[in-house]
């Protein structure tokens, strides 16, 4: 007798496969966390955003310089009797290796806030173009920038001899360095470093943020201005105001022509003049202080 097959048993279903792989056992990717939005940007924002910015860079500066100018007015002796280097060696003369190394690296990280500045502008969908620092118009750049070199350079000098004479401004030495083959080329990346920090920040991006925080032309001009003569108060009162001058001079240039380009040239050029003509006629010129 055949007996009546018996019904099959379906097998067990296979177990799940843990999480995070797929069914073939392979790990499956994660997807990647969604990034927070960033805040809005209002007058609060970018009023601490200015504040920061200063205080890692020229605000910072200007305070020392208050200080610096605090302890001449109160030293013995006139001011004229005083000096200051603006590009000092940064290791014993037997060791230029080492003064180099050091010259460079500070040059490197000096232009850490103009990094961090257009940065900044570019979270908020505007860039170094924005305010004129890029390669755009080359020739009327380097035009406007060495004419308004010639003209703010030149009234540099004569205030700075004036107001020596009169007691008001510090012996400047534009450059302490000892007389090594690099001696030049790191005064003239001195001079270029200045030019683009100062101008991109005091310039560009100050009255670009002052003006969205609605501050008038003439109030955000002024701002400027006494930032930039406060920071190079610790050479002497003559050249705090001819820095306030120079400020409103390259504010006005900004403003009407809507780049810090031939600013940033202007601004290298006399000091590289400045460096390389104090290693050249200081001590051998007596109408120039230091010698």
Not at 140 to 157: F, H, K, R, Y
Not at 164 to 173: C, D, Y
Not at 203 to 222: E, F, T
């Amino acid at each position: 007798m055949i007996g009546r097959m018996s019904e099959s048993t379906p097998a067990p279903a296979p177990p799940p496969p843990p999480e995070g792989t797929a069914p073939d056992g392979r790990e499956r990717a994660r997807p990647a966390p969604a990034l927070p939005r960033p805040a809005p940007v209002t007058g609060r924002t970018i009023g601490w955003e200015i504040a920061c910015v200063l205080a890692l860079s020229l605000g910072a500066s200007a305070v020392y310089a208050v200080i610096s100018f605090t302890g001449a007015l109160t030293a013995p002796g006139s001011l004229a009797d005083q000096s200051a280097n603006l590009v000092a060696p940064r290791a014993e003369a037997e060791r230029p290796w080492l003064d180099l190394s050091r010259q460079t690296a500070s040059l490197v990280f000096a232009f850490a806030p103009v990094a961090l500045v257009l940065f900044l502008l570019h979270r908020t969908r505007e860039s170094a173009a924005t305010i004129g620092f890029d390669l755009r118009r080359p020739g009327p750049d380097l035009l406007g920038g060495a004419a308004l070199a010639a003209a703010i350079g030149l009234g540099g000098l004569v205030v700075y001899l004036v107001s020596w004479r009169m007691g008001l401004t510090v012996t400047v030495a534009p450059s302490a360095l000892e007389p090594h083959w690099w001696q030049y080329p790191v005064l003239v990346l001195q001079a270029v470093k200045n030019g683009v920090l100062e101008e991109v920040i005091v310039v560009g991006y100050l009255l670009l943020r002052l003006d969205q925080l609605g501050w008038s032309p003439v109030r955000a001009i002024l701002f400027s201005s006494v930032l930039r003569a406060a920071y190079h108060l610790y050479q002497g009162v003559g050249m705090f105001f001819g820095n306030l001058v120079m400020g409103v001079v390259f504010c006005w240039a900004y403003k009407r022509w809507g780049r810090v380009m031939p600013l940033v040239v202007a601004h290298s050029l006399i000091d590289i003049v400045a460096f390389a003509g104090s290693v050249a006629l200081i001590g051998k010129v007596d109408w120039l202080p230091g010698g």
